[in-house]
């Protein structure tokens, strides 16, 4: 039984920015001498989780916003906090971790490892410098997301108490957060994601360092859950007809997802390219991959390669930056079957 699935995706970025906290992040590659943008590995697994909540057509887990006064008459930013509950799709795949005091912390690991999204190669990944500002907002619908304000004595004050002290001190709680100095990326990108089905839809009952309360473990049960055991221990078992219609919608999200934040201005397709599917990690990387051009200096060349074996699916873009690439017209389509193929052939109740 193979527990895991490795995906490698190519696309083509075109003079567009990443939402990240301060500015493009970028790192300087030592070998080549360039320095390379990169779109972080939790804005791809946002972006793959908001796509698969919309196949589902479901809103996000509401996340409680929490905000402090502090002694200077400001208002600080806390943690936020998360249901930490799997009937929420982007709960169940994405993980969580909540240390609220006086609650017992629960964390349960992602059962997607994503890379960030960066270049193919060095020299085939540019970075223009130019500035904007963006925002990590949840401003359009403030109903879903709720928001905390503590005094300076850690009180949580009333709805009346925010009001009072927002009329008086001339202020706002928004749900935003600006991001400041962003530069635009351009180039081939890959992202890399390993899916591990033995954890996919199963949560651990283990009571010594719990993934779920009391409360919301006994509400599984009592909503179908099944009473299980992976190579982890004892568990709890999404029922069968929803793992299979969120299966439909992860397949469809690792490779249909976009980045939706902060390119109203700079929006770029992102088409894909190509896909690679395997059980063996070694593979997807040989087959996306790209060779220094022997005949021009300081150049880099993209290689597909049918030969390594994993399972490739190329769109026809890639007929336009990829000589030979020998594209197809329902390439994506069927790298989604693939997926649901492999996913749906394990035996989550019987590992």
Same mark, same amino acid.
Not at 75 to 100: F, H, V
Not at 232 to 250: K, Q, Y
Not at 271 to 283: W, Y
């Given at each position: 039984?193979?527990?895991?699935?490795?995906?490698?995706?190519?696309?083509?970025?075109?003079?567009?920015?990443? $939402?990240?906290?301060?500015?493009?992040?970028?790192?300087?590659? +030592?070998?080549?001498?360039?320095? $390379?943008?990169?779109?972080?590995?939790? +804005?791809?697994?946002?972006?793959?989780?908001?796509?698969?909540?919309?196949?589902?057509?479901?809103?996000?887990?509401?996340?409680?916003?929490?905000? %402090?006064?502090?002694?200077?008459?400001?208002?600080?930013?806390?943690?936020?906090?998360?249901?930490?509950?799997?009937?929420?799709?982007?709960?169940?795949?994405?993980?969580?971790?909540?240390?609220?005091?006086?609650?017992?912390?629960?964390?349960?690991?992602?059962?997607?490892?994503?890379?960030?999204?960066?270049?193919?190669?060095?020299?085939?990944?540019?970075?223009?410098? *130019?500035?904007?500002?963006?925002?990590?907002?949840?401003?359009?619908?403030?109903?879903?997301?709720?928001?905390?304000?503590? *005094?300076?004595?850690?009180?949580?004050?009333?709805?009346?108490?925010?009001?009072?002290?927002?009329? %008086?001190?001339?202020?706002?709680?928004?749900?935003?957060?600006?991001?400041? *100095?962003?530069?635009?990326?351009?180039?081939?990108?890959?992202?890399?994601?390993?899916?591990?089905?033995?954890?996919?839809? $199963?949560?651990?009952?283990?009571?010594?360092?719990?993934?779920?309360?009391?409360?919301?473990?006994?509400?599984?049960?009592?909503?179908?859950?099944?009473?299980?055991?992976?190579?982890?221990?004892? $568990?709890?078992?999404?029922?069968? &007809?929803?793992?299979?219609?969120?299966?439909? &919608?992860?397949?469809?999200?690792?490779?249909?997802?976009?980045?939706?934040?902060?390119?109203?201005?700079?929006?770029?397709?992102?088409?894909?390219?190509?896909?690679?599917?395997?059980?063996? &990690?070694?593979?997807?990387?040989?087959?996306?991959?790209?060779?220094?051009?022997?005949?021009?200096?300081?150049?880099?060349?993209?290689?597909?390669?049918?030969?390594? @074996?994993?399972?490739?699916?190329?769109?026809?873009?890639?007929? @336009?930056?990829? &000589? @030979?690439?020998? @594209?197809?017209?329902?390439?994506?389509?069927?790298?989604?079957?693939?997926?649901?193929?492999?996913?749906?052939?394990?035996?989550?109740?019987? +590992?």
């Amino acid at each position: 039984m193979n527990n895991f699935i490795y995906l490698r995706g190519l696309r083509r970025v075109e003079h567009t920015v990443f $939402c990240v906290q301060e500015g493009q992040k970028s790192y300087y590659d +030592q070998q080549f001498g360039v320095r $390379c943008a990169y779109s972080s590995g939790q +804005q791809v697994k946002r972006s793959i989780l908001d796509s698969v909540l919309e196949s589902l057509n479901e809103p996000q887990a509401p996340i409680t916003f929490n905000y %402090e006064i502090t002694n200077d008459k400001n208002i600080a930013n806390k943690e936020p906090w998360s249901p930490c509950d799997p009937s929420y799709t982007d709960q169940l795949l994405g993980g969580w971790m909540r240390a609220q005091t006086g609650v017992t912390p629960v964390k349960r690991r992602s059962a997607f490892s994503i890379s960030a999204m960066r270049p193919l190669h060095p020299l085939l990944g540019g970075l223009e410098w *130019d500035k904007e500002n963006l925002t990590f907002d949840r401003s359009n619908n403030p109903n879903q997301h709720p928001v905390i304000v503590k *005094d300076t004595a850690g009180r949580v004050m009333t709805e009346e108490e925010i009001k009072s002290f927002l009329s %008086e001190n001339k202020r706002v709680l928004p749900r935003r957060n600006w991001i400041p *100095d962003n530069t635009r990326a351009t180039g081939l990108f890959i992202y890399d994601v390993a899916v591990d089905l033995r954890t996919l839809f $199963c949560i651990s009952t283990n009571v010594h360092e719990p993934e779920l309360t009391n409360e919301i473990k006994e509400k599984l049960i009592a909503d179908g859950w099944i009473k299980s055991k992976n190579v982890f221990g004892e $568990c709890l078992l999404c029922p069968e &007809a929803r793992r299979n219609t969120i299966i439909d &919608a992860v397949a469809k999200g690792l490779i249909d997802w976009r980045i939706t934040s902060n390119q109203s201005r700079t929006f770029s397709l992102m088409e894909t390219l190509a896909i690679a599917i395997s059980d063996n &990690a070694n593979k997807i990387a040989a087959t996306i991959r790209a060779d220094l051009n022997e005949e021009k200096e300081r150049s880099a060349k993209p290689i597909i390669d049918r030969a390594v @074996g994993a399972n490739l699916f190329i769109t026809l873009p890639c007929n @336009g930056y990829i &000589a @030979g690439a020998g @594209g197809e017209l329902n390439a994506l389509e069927n790298a989604e079957n693939k997926l649901k193929e492999m996913m749906l052939s394990f035996d989550y109740e019987n +590992q």
